[in-house]
């Protein structure tokens, strides 16, 4: 069975500085999407940055990126230049086959303070 | 941008009630899901349905249905709430190609008195 872990249940991070939270995952297939969303306080979950399994880049969106480590599946998330508005529950996720069912992490609360 | 629209934010039943979660999306979505999150759980997938008038469980689907009699709407159904389904409950849609995002709405937090 596929799975997704996020071992760290909450985090705090000052503002300005740069804050990686890690999610690893198990699963036997070659072909696969992982996922970071982030849900803040209003609730609306949205989605940060995806990376395909099969590309060795790095995904990047200005301040978020990721380090994709396919051997040791892992799926950190780093966010740069912390700002106040990234104080949220943010979920790793892992996608597979049809249709596109997400499996979700336990979520990391990331606490952003001035 | 995608809108998934959940009916209502807070919801409060009794035991024992005929509950309905209603979902609408609006950019012709083939795929829809609901989901459960709970604290320390995250989410946790009930129902989806790739097209109209199909549906297929997901991990958690004891205790409920679902009914898609159209494209863009997405219902959930407690048949018989009980206090354990006391819960946030989320809707997402997404396009029925291979790997797309899904998009969420507002989330509905329930509670079954």
């Known amino acids: 069975a596929q799975t997704v872990t996020q071992s760290q249940p909450e985090m705090s991070v000052q503002e300005a500085e740069t804050v990686t939270l890690s999610c690893t995952y198990d699963?036997?297939?070659?072909?696969?999407?992982l996922f970071w969303y982030k849900q803040p306080p209003s609730r609306q979950m949205i989605l940060v940055i995806r990376q395909e399994a099969y590309k060795q880049q790095n995904a990047t969106e200005n301040r978020f990126s990721v380090n994709f480590q396919k051997a040791a599946k892992s799926f950190s998330l780093k966010i740069s230049d912390s700002q106040l508005g990234d104080t949220a529950m943010y979920f790793c996720?892992?996608?597979?086959?049809?249709?596109?069912?997400?499996?979700f992490g336990t979520g990391t609360r990331l606490q952003v303070f001035p | 941008d995608v809108k998934v629209t959940q009916s209502s934010r807070y919801l409060v039943k009794r035991t024992g009630e005929k509950v309905f979660l209603e979902c609408v999306q609006d950019m012709d979505h083939e795929n829809m899901f609901w989901y459960r999150q709970d604290p320390g759980l995250g989410l946790r997938l009930i129902y989806f349905s790739y097209d109209v008038k199909m549906k297929e469980k997901g991990d958690i689907p004891e205790g409920y249905s679902v009914s898609r009699e159209k494209k863009e709407r997405f219902s959930l159904i407690l048949e018989s709430a009980s206090t354990n389904q006391t819960s946030m409950y989320l809707c997402?849609?997404?396009?029925?190609?291979?790997?797309?995002?899904?998009?969420f709405g507002d989330g509905t937090r329930l509670s079954i008195l």
């Open positions: 996720a892992f996608m597979i086959g049809e249709p596109d069912k997400l499996i």
């Open positions: 699963t036997s297939e070659n072909n696969y999407y």
């Open positions: 997402a849609s997404s396009l029925g190609r291979f790997n797309q995002p899904q998009h």
